[in-house]
């Protein structure tokens, strides 16, 4: 009968991964999604590796499932809602046939749509002590998904652009002794890129929306990562979570589309472009202040400097676009608040740093450090399930964008493009979760 039931919600999970468009807007600094628990979301996600509460540690610190109390399933959903703007403050362009002067185009309207990301989890004991625990966890930690207005003044950066990466882990735990657990998963990435821009025409009357040619680059591929963590519980009323996920390496295979300025002719080559996603290593804790109040946080790092560039190889030449991306950081505190035997309240607070830098930082992803300010609820309608409800705003930092694009088409038919430009933004998240005990 519990097999019958493991083989169940194994097949809910393929089936949520089939049924989802994963064209995620990156919602932690950089591309980078966090929001793979609809309960901690709640607390910004503060000592959420230190916190097993749910299936969903198979994602934060799979050493947790060796604290869950038997088996159970985990379902959620973020509702992410972007908003961001990037005001003109000066782009020019220069072409060979003579102009020299302001890019035309207007500023940006909000690219982003508001998405769902959902996420699911079981953990299962395979052991009558439950010292030994198995779990599976599908969900989408990286991705992006922007589209400018066709008249954009940075279309000569990026048009549109989309990264899908969906994961899935399964995990094992192991419950050494009482202080002691330790845990491990392989993750299989897919992972899909499609990335777009205009090209200016090089003639004397200047990049204009009407000769503009484009470029369209589009790949996937599957790559395998893995994650490691440990949790200790010096006493009963503290936890400590270590966690650590390897970054995995894609080499995207797919194509290269260039449609030339002004006479429109269709060029297409095969190629390959490498996407190197960051690892990271996480530290936190959780305490107990007495029956009713817990305080926990956590520090993370973050490898982004792995993503320096975008190498493209195509039967036309290789080429590469600066990143530049810098590793960071990221702190938060949470706190929850136990009301009575079926209702928990939580807050939080998370600062999370940009990797991206002044002079290569790119309107796909106009990022700044953002400050997190969430609040959540739980409500235990049962010994067996649990209801997740959760809210939280982003406010992230005004940045600059100063970047310089250089066209050479041949046959001393060149133009070059400075794109300067102010963003702002924030990101409205409201989340649901379900937990099943079994």
């Not at 270590?242 to 002004?262: I, K, T």
């Not at 946080?297 to 400097?305: E, K, L, T």
Request: hydrophobic share 35%; charged share 20%; net charge negative.
């Amino acid at each position: 009968m519990i097999m019958r039931k493991l083989s169940l919600s194994c097949a809910a999970l393929a089936i949520l991964g089939a049924g989802v468009s994963l064209d995620n807007t990156a919602n932690a600094a950089g591309f980078y999604i966090q929001e793979q628990s609809s309960y901690h979301l709640g607390m910004s996600f503060a000592g959420s590796a230190a916190d097993p509460v749910d299936a969903s540690t198979i994602y934060y610190n799979p050493a947790g499932m060796a604290h869950l109390d038997g088996m159970q399933a985990q379902l959620g959903s973020h509702l992410l809602i972007p908003n961001s703007k990037i005001k003109d403050t000066g782009s020019t362009a220069t072409t060979a046939g003579g102009f020299n002067g302001a890019l035309s185009g207007e500023d940006s309207s909000n690219p982003y749509d508001p998405t769902p990301v959902p996420n699911a989890f079981v953990a299962y004991p395979v052991t009558d002590s439950q010292d030994w625990w198995v779990g599976f966890a599908l969900t989408a930690p990286f991705g992006l998904a922007n589209e400018y207005d066709d008249d954009f003044f940075g279309r000569y950066d990026s048009t549109q652009s989309s990264l899908k990466v969906l994961d899935f882990a399964p995990t094992v735990a192991w419950k050494m002794n009482d202080k002691w657990s330790f845990g491990a998963g392989i993750n299989i990435q897919y992972a899909d890129a499609h990335l777009e821009n205009a090209t200016p025409s090089p003639t004397a009357a200047g990049p204009d929306v009407a000769t503009d040619g484009y470029q369209d680059l589009s790949g996937d591929n599957v790559g395998m990562g893995y994650n490691i963590g440990a949790l200790w519980t010096p006493t009963d009323d503290w936890r400590v979570g270590m966690h650590y996920r390897h970054g995995v390496a894609h080499d995207l295979e797919g194509r290269l589309v260039n449609v030339a300025p002004v006479t429109g002719t269709k060029s297409v080559f095969t190629g390959n472009a490498e996407l190197d996603l960051p690892a990271m290593a996480t530290f936190a804790a959780s305490h107990d202040i007495n029956d009713r109040w817990t305080v926990q946080g956590h520090a993370i790092w973050f490898g982004w400097s792995s993503f320096d560039d975008i190498p493209v190889s195509t039967a036309a030449g290789d080429s590469q676009t600066l990143q530049e991306y810098n590793d960071t950081y990221a702190l938060a505190l949470g706190f929850k608040y136990k009301l009575d035997d079926q209702w928990e309240l939580k807050a939080g607070f998370q600062f999370d740093e940009t990797p991206t830098e002044d002079g290569f930082r790119s309107t796909r992803t106009p990022d700044g450090d953002r400050n997190w300010y969430s609040v959540g609820a739980t409500y235990k309608l049962n010994e067996k399930i649990s209801i997740d409800l959760s809210g939280t705003y982003i406010d992230i930092d005004e940045e600059e964008i100063d970047l310089t694009k250089n066209f050479n088409y041949g046959g001393g038919q060149t133009a070059s493009v400075d794109i300067n430009g102010e963003t702002e933004g924030d990101v409205a998240i409201v989340a649901v979760g379900l937990s099943y005990k079994f």
